[in-house]
């Protein structure tokens, strides 16, 4: 049989993850002996080698590689679907709306200005993340909706309702020769030897090469431009966090940034549609 319980995957991912049957076993909470039989159980089960090992090293096999990166995702489900269930049974459950930190601020008081005014929409709690976050805290069940970019954001498995398309700008240090034309171009901004561009992670968390230093979160990102270490290029409405110190200057060939409402697909719970009935009204407006 291919079926698979949650314990087994839990066990394999502790075990993945650490490389050492030891740890696993304290991270677990249970004694390495049971440990090490339901890994070869599991392995004996799907007719694969999924860790070899030896007296020194544990390493992933290219089988066990995919059942980690399988495993994540469905643990994930699981969880999300326990925590999606409870706030599905609880009629007074606020909505909870994730979105990065600082982006698309005008927009979001807006919406929950609207939200509040209808009587049919649920309370929203809002949860301000890192770059890149929001998909993480939809599929696992940690938010109910979030504002997302496109084509920047993974919105992989969620559906969306378009809510305002604008360009971008880049963000510079006051005092830099750039901060003083009225636009630029992607050209003008890619190769800046004094000021490298900072490095955004992929979808998969991964960094693209470059010189410029690799951004985590919004304040780190902040205090480098402002020190002149680094520039962005950003939606024109993230400027809400911008510092006395920098200077946005229009970028014009800049691809068009989409912001949107995105929830996970196949979820219509009403207090979903009734907020999506309300970003509906402000979609494209100044």
């Known amino acids: 049989m ?11 991912v502790a075990v993945a993850e650490e490389l050492h049957f030891g740890r696993a076993a304290e991270r ?7 440990l090490s039989r339901a890994i070869r159980q599991l392995e004996h089960r799907l007719g694969v080698q999924l860790l070899s090992r030896n007296r020194r090293v544990v390493a992933l096999t290219d089988a066990g590689g995919v059942l980690l990166r399988e495993s ?13 269930t409870r706030r599905a049974g609880n ?28 009587t049919h929409t649920a309370p929203v709690d809002v949860v301000l993340c890192e770059v890149g976050e929001q998909a993480r805290f939809l599929r696992s069940g940690r938010a109910d909706v979030a504002l997302m970019h496109r084509p ?3 919105l992989a498995g969620f559906d969306t309702a378009d809510l305002y398309t604008e360009g971008q700008v880049a963000l510079l240090p ?38 410029g230093p690799e951004v985590h979160t919004q304040s780190q990102l902040a205090q480098l431009v402002a020190l002149g ?19 946005a200057v229009p ?9 949107v409402l995105a929830w996970p697909a196949g979820h219509h719970s009403s207090a979903i549609a009734a907020l999506v009935r309300a970003a509906a009204r402000i979609r494209n407006t100044p």
Do not use: C, M
């Open 251 to 259: 970028v014009v060939d800049a691809p068009v940034i989409t912001t």
């Open 174 to 211: 006051s005092g830099h020769p750039l901060a003083a034309r009225p636009q630029l171009t992607l050209e003008d901004v890619s190769n800046v030897p004094d000021l490298p561009i900072a490095r955004w992670p992929r979808l998969d968390g991964s960094y693209p090469d470059g010189p």
């Open 28 to 34: 677990l909470g249970i004694a390495q002996p049971p």
């Open 72 to 84: 994540r995702v469905a643990l994930d489900a699981v969880t999300a679907a326990a925590r999606r």
């Open 2 to 12: 291919d079926d698979l319980e949650t314990r087994e995957l839990r066990y394999f």
């Open 91 to 118: 009629e007074q459950q606020a909505l909870v709306l994730v979105t990065k930190a600082g982006a698309s601020h005008e927009l979001l008081q807006r919406l929950l200005a609207l939200s509040a005014a209808d």
């Open 229 to 247: 270490k680094t520039l962005l290029v950003i939606p024109a409405s993230s400027r809400a966090w911008q510092w006395p110190d920098h200077v």
């Open 152 to 154: 920047v954001d993974d």
